[in-house]
């Protein structure tokens, strides 16, 4: 019912920067939050960084003041920035969205994953 292609990621040196990029499309009724997710190896899946439909955002401690999460207006389009990355935020990353695909009929959707190597 909903599709999310996510773009950018791969490899970079520790303090350099990347930018992720997922577009959802599909039987899209209204879109209540955007989200960023990752997993490293061994580890379980943890959000990064969230913006719901009235602007506003939530970030995970380890990322904030580095991280910068936007949603184009209107669009179905959410881009996370990621600057001063450090070896720690490898990881693979998802794109996350919960929406309404009726007025009734909501769920989680996910992307398949954009693997992000911070190293030197």
């Known amino acids: 019912q909903v599709q999310l292609v996510e773009s950018g990621g791969g490899a970079v040196q520790p303090g350099g920067s990347l930018g992720l990029s997922c577009v959802a499309s599909?039987?899209?009724?209204?879109?209540?939050?955007m989200a960023w997710y990752r997993q490293a190896p061994g580890k379980e899946r943890e959000l990064v960084a969230s913006?719901?439909?009235?602007?506003?955002?939530n970030y995970a401690d380890s990322v904030k003041g580095r991280f910068t999460i936007s949603r184009i207006t209107g669009g179905n389009t959410v881009s996370l920035q990621m600057d001063t990355l450090k070896p720690e935020d490898t990881a693979v990353y998802y794109c996350n969205v919960r929406a309404y695909v009726t007025t009734s009929e909501w769920g989680d959707y996910w992307g398949p994953g954009t693997p992000v190597t911070v190293s030197s």
């Open positions: 599909g039987s899209i009724f209204h879109l209540v939050a």
């Open positions: 913006r719901n439909s009235g602007g506003g955002s």
